[in-house]
């Protein structure tokens, strides 16, 4: 079976019903100890961005004593990704699936399915998936806020027992103490999704996609300079250049791309044909897939403007529970604007290097990390745009609207 | 069995003792909060470190046998 796995016989706007979900995929098999082999074989890494193996994952839960749970984590807080709700919305059975088989196979009782509150189609497919096979009982769906760290799992998690939607301390994992304080299973949709269709055609089926180490299918968001953004289901390793082209091609000569979102790392345009898209292809970069996220940044946008506004957004979005994101987001990016804006002080770089130098990984969460990582690439493929800003001021494409979206953006919206 | 120094970065306030009882393991960030040394203290040491961790005021230090995470 070729492209697409988790999309196939969805139509765009509709759920795909149960029976019809059953014909295209076939009955759903139980989910018992011999699907941790098959997803440890099948390699499947979690969706959602730090690309784990979900095998270990599985297995952790299952030799916790007593009561656990299932968490579906579509929070999907990042902007520019879409991927989750599309999923949810289009085959709301194959996520269900995943999560049962998942629930069983580890001894879970209930299944908590969490999903941004702006995705009212993805919400009401569940909510409808849910209500078609009686689930109502062992299924909860929960919308959450849709703010930046609720797709955080430890930020999650308090959120859902009841606290802020803010990070706390790790250790302890959601394995050891999650809902209700509670050793808890947190996954993707689109990791229990794959993990639906390894339990009925196995572990050999699914790497017959991807590499040796990224293996199966990952669907990605693309957006930015390209004529048709949306979500794609591309086989793991697939070419950067590839799946820009099946997004219509750049809709004008492209500067940059962005991948893995707002956490995630800057390629530059000439630097495409040389990528990817596993985590693999992409570690020459100091990237990763992460959640799929890829936007192209075409030459009318001015990359000061992105960098300095996407900081701004994060230093916002920052919790504010730990000293160094809190004070160092934004220092970091009044330092960009400053440089965008053309009024920064001289030592203005040496104070960017230093400061992203101080608050790497010294957050309870990655927030920091990512926003640095975010940064320092953006640096290295924008050097020329920065300098000339910090020498001449602002450019004529300063005025246009950012690519990157601080708001919700219309393309968004029809997911 | 090695020891090590670890903050609680959502606790810690940023009260700065620490760097001051410990120099040799712990600087200040430009906010005044605690840069940590993640290797393992050498017994000379210990009695240093022990004393930072207790005199921090929001108790977000501690000596632990477990290396930081990250």
Sequence with gaps: MSLPRLLAGTRPGAPLPRAEHLNVHGPCPRGDAELLERVGAAGLRGRGGASFPTAVKLRSVAERPGRRFVLVNGAEGEPMSAKDRVLMRLAPHLVLDGALLAAEAIGASRVVVAVRDEATAALGAMRGAVAERSLGRRVALRPVPSVYLAGEESALIRHLNGGPVKPLVVPPLPFELGLRRRPTLVLNPETLAHLALIARHGPDWFRELGTPEHTGSALVTVSGAVCLPGVQEIASGTPLGSVLARAGEPSEPLRAVLVGGFHGTWIAAEEIPSVALDDHGLTAFGATLAAGVIVALGESACPAQELAQTMSWLAAHSAGQCGPCANGLPALAETVTAIAGGHAPPDALGRLDRWSAQIVQRGACHLPDGAVRFLATGRRVFAAELDEHARHGPCFACRRPTTLATGPAAWRAAA | ?70
Aim: glycine share 6%; net charge negative; charged share 25%.
């Design chain 2, 1 to 70: 069995m090695s020891r090590h120094l670890r903050v609680d970065p959502i606790a810690c306030s940023g009260h700065g003792l620490c760097a001051e009882l410990f120099p040799e393991w712990i600087e200040l960030d430009d906010w005044g909060y605690p840069i940590i040394d993640r290797g393992p203290i050498p017994n000379e040491l210990l009695e240093h470190a022990r004393r930072a961790a207790d005199a921090c005021p929001k108790l977000a230090l501690v000596v632990s046998a477990q290396r930081p995470r990250r």
